[in-house]
């Protein structure tokens, strides 16, 4: 008989995220620890204590799940964690990164893009690309062939986002551009067919006046008036306005949700999968 399922929450926030354990009992976890205010030098001691209780076969009942609001904090403890598994014994457990809902914020963005265009080769353009999600739906752009431009207020941040994606994807199509003012901004949506959205709460990144006749695609993930694009609704979801597809924040958070049970779900098949933005991106394909 399998074991029950474990999902281990290591979340670097002072309280465990509610929203992650709401959607990991809706996934299917049966039980969930939850570790709150994890910081690398505690991981080990966690994970020893996931992989050394059950045996090699039963260990696909036991899964990490790496949450927080800080995605850079995230992704040390998912580094931590894998150092500490011993998969030449089969003591190893599945994992799966999504600090910030950055993870499957992205693909299910990049998803809902890729239901009206072919991504290779599209000309796209993501604003707020240096934060934790801008930089994944970049980073997913680019690995699809997409030619991608990375937007930020200062280009310079941009340019290292670009770097940085280029790390991981080399024939990545990259172009860093500055939107500070609206002139910039004119020359970074100028023949952009794809525009995604990923700034912070708030701020309205792409006016109506800013918009060309190139525009097929705008996708704003900003569900906090103002919103992020200008004439995009928040409950769009591939809605057309005036001969654009628009998606808003709640039209894409639908498609979230379902990728981010997915993913849980998958993490009990086997006990070796790495749920990362690509994987995570994969498993949105089914949506
Ligand atoms: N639907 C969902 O389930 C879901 C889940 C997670 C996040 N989200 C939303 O997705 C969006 C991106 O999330 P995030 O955590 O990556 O965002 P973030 O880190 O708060 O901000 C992203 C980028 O926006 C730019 N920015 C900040 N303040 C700005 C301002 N006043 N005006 C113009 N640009 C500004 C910054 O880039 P520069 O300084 O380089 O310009 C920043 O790196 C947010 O709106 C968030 O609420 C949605």
Known sequence: MDKRKILIQFDSDANASVFDRVVAVDAGAEEIFSYAGVKPEHVQGLVHGAIFTRGPKDL????????????????????????HMLPKF??????????????????????????????????????????????RVARLLAREGAHVRVGSRQQARAASVCQEILGRVANAHLQPV???????????????????????AGAVLLPLVARTSALKIAID??????????????????????????????????????????????????????LDAEEIYQLAQKF
């Open 60 to 83: 696909k009942s036991t899964a990490i799940f790496v949450g927080g609001s800080d995605v850079g904090a995230g992704e040390k403890l998912m580094t931590e964690a894998l150092k």
């Open 90 to 135: 089969g003591l190893r457990v599945s994992i799966m990164l999504d600090a910030n809902g950055a993870n499957t914020t992205a693909a299910a963005a990049v998803r809902a893009a890729a239901r009206h265009v072919n991504l290779a080769g599209t000309s796209a353009l993501v604003l707020g690309g240096t934060g934790p999600v801008g930089q």
């Open 178 to 200: 500055g939107t500070a003012s609206s002139a910039e901004l004119a020359a970074a949506v100028e023949g952009r067919t794809l525009v995604i959205a990923a700034g912070a």
């Open 221 to 274: 993930l900003n569900a906090v008036p103002p919103l992020g694009v200008e004439g995009v609704g928040v409950m769009d979801k591939g809605v057309d306005q005036a001969g654009v597809i628009c998606y808003g924040a709640i039209g894409v958070g639908d498609t979230k949700m379902k990728v981010h049970r997915a993913a849980l779900a998958s993490l009990f098949e086997s006990n070796d999968k790495l």
